[in-house]
């Protein structure tokens, strides 16, 4: 059998399929040993012990697993066009961030990647998403629409088309170019040292207009920090070898210390705002991240592969932020696996508890992506599409502490099924 592919369902007769497993992670409700979860017309309908499901039940198709039944991952930061871009190759330590970022423009202009290429790999990118337990991601790209035109897997994709333009004559093209985008487009910035505030508060109002997600990369480098607060830094001298630098940063009239508070002076903080890596942030910035109800996603593993530092999740779930996990893209991470993400956040913040890494990657991405009503946790009334993994290590687990100990710090299971009805 193909460890990859949907568990097969016969015609519901009765109507309610029950689904029996020996550990049952709801992720919003304690896990469950010798665990159930009932399914009827393509939702979850309950969720409990075996023998009380059973119970209630007890006309129910019965439908055996191995392992554990936990809710499918979100991946809430990718560009899957950069797919093909896999020997961009990690910063050395005498290398700044903007090294990097030229590296990738270089690869990127001199077109050696065909188009078909690039569509070839993310569409692979995205299967292997699928093969390994996500079921929903948040897709960045530059290319409108996204060059995922047949989406070959199962995993629901929001796209974003990323702007980008850090001078008056970058904003007057874009302003323009905006006010032309069908609304069947959703659009965003991409970060704050490449984006004029002009364009960003366009782009948000557009966001506000159209009601879609608002995203953007903040804080990722402490050469961006030095940027916003005094103008100097590599992105400076970025800009100026490449003739986009006009004084734009630090802008007139925004006193920050900070990326968030930047955005704060901006009037950007609302509970819209997906505020994605946040490594170089302040408490009082993730304090003020917490109160306006903002989103945040971490990328730890592309964070390492930069070598941009840490982000202080410790901080954000102190102040009451369930961040998101995202991989960003191959050309900056060593592989996009969510397991893995989880596994760097596991030794990079040992404090931290297994079930908060857990829910970051299911729940925490859900309601990033504003889609918690289906995903992110096995409870009445979400969709009946969830994960049934199992592996030797799994296989050997005799309490909870161990079973959470195992799923995110044991890398990708051996065995991932999917359950979906309806």
């Not at 590296?103 to 699928?130: K, N, T």
């Not at 630090?250 to 819209?272: C, M, N």
């Not at 009334?381 to 710090?409: C, H, I, M, P, Y």
Request: include cysteine; proline fraction near 6%; hydrophobic fraction near 40%.
């Amino acid at each position: 059998m193909d460890p990859f592919s949907p568990i097969k369902n016969a015609p519901l007769s009765p109507a309610v399929s029950l689904y029996l497993a020996p550990w049952v992670v709801p992720i919003s409700s304690p896990v469950i040993s010798d665990g159930a979860v009932a399914l009827a017309n393509g939702r979850i309908l309950a969720v409990g012990s075996s023998a009380t499901l059973r119970a209630q039940f007890s006309e129910a198709r019965i439908e055996r697993c191995q392992g554990v039944l936990l809710p499918g991952l979100v991946n809430a930061h990718i560009h899957l066009e950069l797919s093909a871009y896999t020997h961009i190759t990690d910063s050395a330590p005498d290398e700044t961030f903007c090294d990097w970022i030229r590296s990738l423009l270089q690869v990127r202009q001199e077109g050696g990647i065909a188009p078909e290429e690039i569509i070839s790999a993310a569409q692979q990118m995205l299967q292997q998403q699928h093969d390994t337990g996500v079921l929903l991601l948040l897709d960045i790209g530059n290319i409108p629409p996204s060059p995922l035109a047949t989406n070959p897997s199962s995993v629901q994709v929001i796209f974003l088309l990323e702007l980008l333009g850090p001078n008056a004559k970058a904003e007057e093209q874009l302003l323009a170019r905006i006010a032309s985008l069908p609304d069947s487009v959703a659009a965003t910035p991409h970060a704050l040292y490449s984006t004029t505030p002009g364009i960003i508060s366009a782009l948000k109002q557009r966001a506000d207009r159209l009601q879609h997600l608002f995203s953007l990369h903040v804080a990722e480098s402490a050469d961006e920090i030095e940027l916003l607060r005094n103008g100097q830094g590599c992105f400076r001298s970025f800009l100026e070898e490449r003739g986009a630098w006009e004084d734009t940063f630090p802008p007139l009239g925004i006193d920050s210390h900070g990326a968030v508070e930047y955005l704060e002076r901006l009037g950007l903080l609302t509970a819209d705002l997906l505020c994605v890596h946040c490594v170089q942030v302040s408490e009082k910035e993730v304090q003020m991240l917490a109160a306006r109800g903002c989103k945040v996603c971490l990328c730890p593993g592309s964070n390492r592969f930069l070598g941009v530092g840490i982000a202080p999740l410790e901080q954000m779930l102190h102040h009451q932020l369930l961040p998101a996990l995202g991989t960003d893209s191959i050309a900056s991470n060593e592989t996009l696996d969510l397991w893995r993400e989880m596994r760097i956040l596991r030794e990079d913040h040992p404090r931290v508890s297994p079930t908060k890494i857990l829910a970051m990657a299911t729940l925490g991405g859900a309601a990033a992506l504003e889609r918690e009503q289906d995903f992110g946790t096995l409870a009445p009334g979400r969709k009946a599409s969830f994960l049934n993994v199992d592996s030797q290590l799994l296989q050997g687990v005799r309490n909870e502490e161990q079973l959470l100990d195992v799923l995110t710090g044991g890398g990708c299971p051996s065995t991932i099924r999917w359950v979906i009805e309806g």
